[in-house]
C-alpha cells in the first residue's frame, strides 16, 4: 500500500517512539476527535493508522468510524510487526 499510497499515514502513538516511513501526521490516539480538522473532510477518504502495538490505535480507529469515517484502517500489531516483519523505524531527525 505505502508503494502506492493515496491515503494519509497517522502515527497515534503517545509518547513517540518512533515512525514509519512516510507518516503524514502524528495525532495522539487520545485526541483524535479533537483533531478531525487536520483529517480529510471527505469521511470516505482512506485513513491508516498505527501505534506501537495496535492497541492506541485501534481506539483512534473506532473513535473515527463513530464520526461517521467509513474507510479506516489500523495497522494491525503497530510498530512492532512492522519491525518484526523485517521493516526499519525512523527516529525524527534521520
Request: charged fraction near 25%.
Amino acid at each position: 500500500m505505502l508503494e502506492q499510497k493515496d491515503f494519509p499515514l497517522i502515527n497515534v502513538h503517545i509518547p513517540y517512539q518512533g515512525e514509519i516511513e512516510g507518516t503524514d501526521q502524528f495525532i495522539p490516539f487520545d485526541q483524535v476527535e479533537a483533531n478531525l480538522g487536520k483529517l480529510p473532510a471527505d469521511k470516505s477518504a482512506r485513513l491508516v493508522l498505527y501505534c506501537r502495538s495496535g492497541h492506541m490505535s485501534v481506539i483512534a480507529a473506532r473513535a473515527l468510524v463513530k464520526r461517521g469515517y467509513t474507510d479506516v484502517w489500523n495497522l494491525d500489531g503497530g510498530m512492532i510487526a512492522w519491525e518484526q516483519a523485517g521493516y526499519p523505524l525512523r527516529q525524527r531527525g534521520r
